[in-house]
């Protein structure tokens, strides 16, 4: 029963990093996206973490996968069953619904509650691989006349009492 004297649930930090400029993939093997990490320091072992990630990705074509990462474990993935699988946060098409993803950019996020069980600081990441064609980060697969854009994503965790 929590009570109002309770600590549980409350938000004892906050951390974010924005990346506004661009990057891009052309690799099927995951690796960590440049500035889209952020570190944390849990106050107590019995804290969790929210992690909060808005990413926004254009292609010509390709089909992004992104992995959440704390440290060098990936968390919040599928679960393979010993099959051929990747095991993924999410996969989706970065692009419009129009046929013309290269003129479009998809937001991709999602939220995960981590339980590290430290008070050692903790990175978290995003990591990324192609299932085809180049992936871009913060802009549009195409990249010329009124259909030039930059976006800008992030990532955000908070320590929340446990």
């Given at each position: 029963?929590?009570t109002s004297?309770?600590?549980?649930?409350?938000?004892?930090?906050?951390?974010?990093?924005?990346?506004?400029?661009?990057?891009?993939?052309?690799?099927?093997?995951?690796?960590?996206?440049?500035?889209?990490?952020?570190?944390?320091?849990?106050?107590?072992?019995?804290?969790?973490?929210?992690?909060?990630?808005?990413?926004?990705?254009?292609?010509?074509?390709?089909?992004?996968?992104?992995?959440?990462?704390?440290?060098?474990?990936?968390?919040?993935?599928?679960?393979?069953?010993?099959?051929?699988?990747?095991?993924?946060?999410?996969?989706?098409?970065?692009?419009?619904?129009?046929?013309?993803?290269?003129?479009?950019?998809?937001?991709?996020g999602g939220?995960?509650?981590?339980?590290?069980?430290?008070?050692?600081?903790?990175?978290?990441?995003?990591?990324?691989?192609?299932?085809?064609?180049?992936?871009?980060?913060?802009?549009?697969?195409n990249d010329?006349?009124?259909?030039?854009?930059?976006?800008?994503?992030?990532?955000?965790?908070?320590?929340?009492?446990?």
């Open positions: 029963i929590l004297n309770s600590s549980v649930g409350k938000i004892l930090q906050v951390k974010q990093t924005v990346k506004d400029d661009v990057t891009s993939t052309d690799s099927t093997s995951f690796s960590a996206i440049s500035g889209m990490s952020v570190n944390i320091t849990p106050i107590a072992t019995s804290s969790k973490i929210l992690m909060m990630v808005d990413l926004k990705f254009g292609t010509n074509g390709g089909v992004p996968q992104i992995r959440f990462v704390r440290g060098s474990t990936a968390i919040h993935t599928g679960n393979n069953a010993g099959g051929n699988f990747n095991d993924i946060t999410y996969a989706g098409y970065g692009g419009s619904d129009t046929g013309q993803g290269y003129y479009g950019a998809a937001q991709v939220t995960f509650l981590d339980s590290p069980n430290t008070t050692s600081q903790v990175t978290y990441a995003v990591h990324w691989a192609r299932q085809n064609s180049i992936i871009y980060l913060n802009k549009t697969g010329g006349g009124v259909y030039s854009t930059r976006m800008s994503s992030s990532i955000t965790v908070m320590e929340v009492a446990g």
